[in-house]
Nanobody
Framework: QVQLKESGGGLVQPGGSLKLSCKAS????????MGWYRQAPGMQRELVARISSGGSTDYADSVKGRFTISRVSPENAGYLRMNSLKPEDTAVYFC???????????WGQGTQVTVSS
């Protein structure tokens, strides 16, 4: 019933920027916590950034200073702003979220980000 959908991916040159969106819908009271993950071909899915219910953020060392995670509760949406993109950032990016009143987390379908010249 609860759904998460990512958008905003695409092809960008090294040094460029993209803003990913994650919108939640369904029977929810609000986003409690959210994380962005990515998975490159042949690699395991890894945590890129996360924001807690209290607003604390955490980033993978590889993206610190370049990526910013945010959450807009009234819109039931989360965002990942990616600056100074590198070819190593190429991956499918997934949104994961926990909602108030629910014990389980949910995943979006993913959006492709390709950084290449």
């Amino acid at each position: 019933q609860v759904q998460l959908k990512e958008s905003g991916g695409g092809l960008v040159q090294p040094g460029g920027s993209l803003k990913l969106s994650c919108k939640a819908s369904g029977s929810i009271l609000g986003i409690a916590a959210m994380g962005w993950y990515r998975q490159a071909p042949g690699m395991q899915r890894e945590l890129v950034a996360r924001i807690s219910s209290g607003g604390s953020t955490d980033y993978a060392d590889s993206v610190k200073g370049r990526f910013t995670i945010s959450r807009v509760s009234p819109e039931n949406a989360g965002y990942l702003r990616m600056n100074s993109l590198k070819p190593e950032d190429t991956a499918v990016y997934f949104c994961n979220a926990k909602f108030f009143g629910r014990d389980t987390d949910y995943w979006g379908q993913g959006t492709q980000v390709t950084v290449s010249s």
